[in-house]
């Protein structure tokens, strides 16, 4: 067993007009920038047409039947743990990403997770719900996540000025070195005693 952590970046609104590839992309890079020996890989929800959940069970009670479910799966095993940017969708996470967490079970438990929220207010109850839905899970969500909100997020939002990243950068790297850290820490516990 490799002991280096692979981590995904999950892109978790499938819209065309979202806005997570600015700030996903932003995240990959100073991601990779400040933990080398990490790797971080974007994943993104709208390369897999996910049905809505409609399977006997999770799957950790019985196989899941899709194809589409299936090959989800296989791809949420690769990694030791996981950074969802989300938005904020009426105080929550977006149906898309909550479909996704549904399709698979055994594959996210006992990894660690974090968020990279935008939003008016910086995605915070999304944010909180996520955690909630990665207890159940048997994830381990981590204390730091980032927050682009109110001026920031105006800042980078086609609802607003559609600025670079760069011009909030200064804003955010504390929260985004605080999350990588966890994610280091609770990546090598949790994959240490998966064995």
């Known amino acids: 067993m490799s002991n280096e952590l ?15 590839d600015k700030p996903a992309q932003w995240f990959l ?11 971080f890989e974007l994943v993104d929800l709208r390369d897999y047409k996910l049905p809505f959940f409609d399977e006997v069970a999770s799957n950790a009670w019985a196989p899941s039947q899709s194809p589409e479910a299936v ?9 030791d743990g996981y950074i969802f940017v989300t938005a904020e969708y009426n105080h929550s ?18 990894k660690p997770m974090g968020a990279v929220g935008y939003g008016g207010l910086g995605a915070g109850r999304a944010v909180e719900h ?15 996540a ?31 070195k605080a999350l990588l850290a966890d994610i280091a820490w609770w990546g090598a516990a949790t994959k240490a005693a998966r064995g």
């Open 130 to 144: 996520l955690r909630a839905i990665a207890v159940e899970l048997q994830m381990v969500p981590v204390r730091n």
């Open 29 to 39: 890079g100073f991601a990779k920038a400040q933990h080398p020996e990490i790797s």
């Open 71 to 79: 090959k989800w799966q296989k791809k949420v095993a690769e990694f």
């Open 6 to 20: 692979k981590i995904a970046i999950i892109l978790s609104s499938t819209r065309p007009t979202r806005l997570a």
């Open 93 to 110: 996470i977006t149906g898309a990403l909550k479909n996704a967490l549904d399709q698979a079970y055994v594959e996210w438990a006992k």
């Open 146 to 176: 980032v927050h682009i909100g109110g001026g920031d997020f105006m800042a980078i939002s086609p609802l607003g000025a559609n600025g670079e990243m760069s011009e909030i950068a200064g804003h955010i790297e504390g929260s985004a």
